[in-house]
């Protein structure tokens, strides 16, 4: 072979590798890079490493790794970015972080890789300080998609409840709105998320449909964020309409995974309120989706609500292993704790459900401290909820269940003081049912100078108060009669009768003593009106009531004399027999009874012949056994 046509063979082979490349089709490409190899070993080097991106993009990941393995480092140069990515599309993360070790710091590709890598192994923080790093220092045409990827790290330290500088200033694209609005979520503003996805929705759909895509495919592509603003609607209490889009997005059956694993936990959400059977469906078809493309987040709540709805159908050692497989997964957590605690207490070991709580947390703890007051264990119930935190103790709630924890024990002094403590700090309603609770307790104790005070301050905060102010004065009664007595006819003065309506007064009286007295007022009227005619002599005409006689009475006959007698007192009243109805005949409906006729036979004795079976009978479903015969005497007839 000529140089020529060596020249020329090798010009074709590298142009068709490029063509391949700008046309995506990169089995075009295998082909040049397989020739370009056996007839031009020189090449290797390239053709090697063009081999290798060849099969990488065809997703032949097996064949990638064999040609990395097969071919000397010398041949093909350093490939450690390449076999770390395989390793990572192959969900092998340890292999890739290896593999990515030994690149160059300042390789933008690996450190790329490497943030996707510790993403998904849930390493958020070191995944963020990559991306820090990324965009301080370099700069290129995947700035845009590097920006959504640091906003969807934002989102998941948000989730841990771990506060970090956001590091995008504008969000210019629907990927960054979209995981923005996981951050508002996080932060629990849900208003401001809705915003961002209804901007994010019609950018989406503006640029994919630029892109080229069908109309099936941009249904496809839109799933994630109308379930996203389905689940913003769902946290807001908007459950019908939170229900009607996940129902729509249910229809076009989307492809991603985890998109179809959020959809079925989120309406197994809804619908286990009212069919926990449809939602114990869903979740266990949720549960059999790749786990590989969920999230951890996604799987642990699929497990967990799991053992959720299965605890909440009664099946109890199904639940059991539902949350046995999510401790062993992601450890002893505290939804799994207290899920099992629940799973005890409704089993009816409050022993067991008390123990299963061992956690130091304040849901913990009040979860204990329920049981307990349940139990009637009282101390020990105080003894929780005193090892709460400072800034929990002073809840309302947790204050009024100490003292009426307290109040049950018998330990009066002990309520008052814990209200009287933690009522400084209160304002509204919260006050004012402190307020009430101290006043009462101290009346019923019969210390009304102390339920004065606490009456006294309630009324300034609920001024003109009937209840309040008739409280007050009865306790004013019992330490200063003169003080109740001018309380008493400040808030209750007495008025006088000039300037008022008397008679409009009784008109309306009816109206508070309801239709009796207006009755009453009537029929007075009536007698008062009575009266008068009979004073004055004007007596209206009234209308005779005149006796209307039967059509068919006949003068000439004597009307019976027992006609106002009760029928069963009359002559001619016949008692009815009981149990009459046994006497009827059997047989079809309507049929006739046959006429008795009476035989007698050779010793006189009358009898009559055995009734034979209707063969007409519907009713008869049994075959009717025949007797036998007796042989004896012929009869004579």
């Given amino acids: 072979m000529t140089s020529a046509e060596g020249a020329g063979g090798i010009r074709q082979c590298y142009t068709d590798i490029a063509k391949a490349e700008f046309s995506g089709d990169y089995d075009r490409a295998l082909k040049a890079t397989n020739r370009l190899l056996k007839k031009f070993t020189k090449e290797g080097k390239i053709a090697f490493k063009c081999k290798l991106v060849a099969l990488i993009q065809l997703s032949q990941w097996e064949d990638a790794l064999l040609l990395i393995k097969k071919t000397p480092s010398a041949e093909m140069g350093p490939a450690h970015f390449e076999k770390a990515y395989i390793h990572y599309r192959l969900n092998q993360n340890d292999e890739s972080l290896e593999e990515l070790a030994k690149c160059d710091g300042d390789d933008v590709r690996a450190l790329e890789l490497k943030a996707q890598l510790l993403y998904r192994l849930d390493r958020f923080q070191e995944a963020y300080d990559v991306y820090k790093h990324l965009l301080k220092n370099h700069s290129d045409d995947q700035d ?150 969920l999230s951890r987040h996604q799987r642990f709540t699929l497990l967990l609500n799991q053992a ?147 009456l006294e301050e309630l009324n300034k905060v609920s001024p003109g108060d009937v209840s309040v102010i008739s409280r007050l004065i009865r306790s004013y009664s019992y330490i200063d009669p003169a003080k109740a007595d001018a309380l008493r006819e400040e808030a209750f003065p007495e008025g006088t009768s000039e300037g008022m309506n008397v008679d409009e007064l009784e008109e309306s009286d009816w109206i508070l003593y309801g239709d009796k007295y207006k009755q009453r007022k009537e029929a007075k009227e009536g007698l008062d009106k009575a009266d008068t005619e009979i004073v004055t002599g004007k007596l209206r005409k009234r209308k005779r009531k005149r006796t209307i006689l039967p059509k068919n009475m006949d003068p000439n006959v004597q009307p019976d004399p027992e006609r106002w007698l009760p029928k069963e007192e009359r002559t001619a009243y016949k008692k009815k027999r009981k149990n009459r109805e046994r006497e009827v005949g059997r047989g079809t409906q309507g049929s006739a009874a046959a006429p008795s006729v009476e035989y007698k036979g050779a010793d006189g004795v009358t009898s009559s012949p055995r009734p034979t079976p209707n063969q007409s009978e519907p009713r008869q479903h049994h075959k009717t056994v025949q007797q036998k015969k007796k042989k004896g005497k012929g009869n004579k007839w």
């Fill in 308 to 454: 959720l709805v299965l605890l909440l159908s009664n099946q109890r050692e199904p639940s059991k292993r539902a949350i046995d497989e999510l401790v062993s997964e992601y450890g002893s957590l505290r939804e799994a704790e207290l899920t099992e605690a629940a799973l005890h207490w409704k089993g009816g070991d409050a022993t067991k459900a008390v123990a299963a709580l061992p956690s130091k947390d304040k849901l913990s703890i009040l979860a204990r401290s329920h049981i307990l007051v349940n139990l009637g264990k009282w101390e020990e119930a105080l003894g929780e909820l005193e090892s709460l935190p400072a800034e929990v103790k002073k809840k309302s709630g947790v204050v009024s269940l100490i003292a009426a924890i307290q109040q049950t024990k018998g330990d009066l002094d002990g309520a008052v003081n814990t209200l009287d403590k933690a009522k400084g700090g209160w304002r509204g309603d919260e006050l004012s049912r402190a307020l009430d609770t101290l006043a009462t307790l101290e009346m019923n104790r019969e210390r009304h100078s102390q339920a004065v005070k606490y």
């Fill in 144 to 293: 845009e998609e590097r920006k959504a990827n640091i906003v969807a790290v934002e989102a998941q330290l948000a989730s841990l409840s771990q506060n970090t500088t956001s590091l995008v200033d504008s969000l210019d694209t629907f990927e960054q709105l979209y995981n923005s609005s996981c951050v508002d979520i996080e932060a629990e503003k849900l208003g401001d998320a809705l915003k961002k996805l209804d901007k994010a929705l019609p950018m989406a759909i503006e640029s994919l449909t630029e892109s080229g895509v069908t109309e099936e495919e941009l249904e496809d592509e839109n799933a994630s964020i109308a379930l996203q603003r389905a689940f913003v609607l769902h946290k807001m209490g908007k459950v019908d309409q939170a229900e009607e889009i996940y129902k729509k997005i249910e229809s076009v059956r989307p492809s991603d995974k985890s998109v179809q694993a959020a959809l079925l936990n989120n309406m197994a959400s809804i619908s286990h309120r009212s069919n926990l059977n449809d939602a114990r469906k869903k979740l266990k078809s949720a549960t059999q989706i790749d786990k590989s493309k």
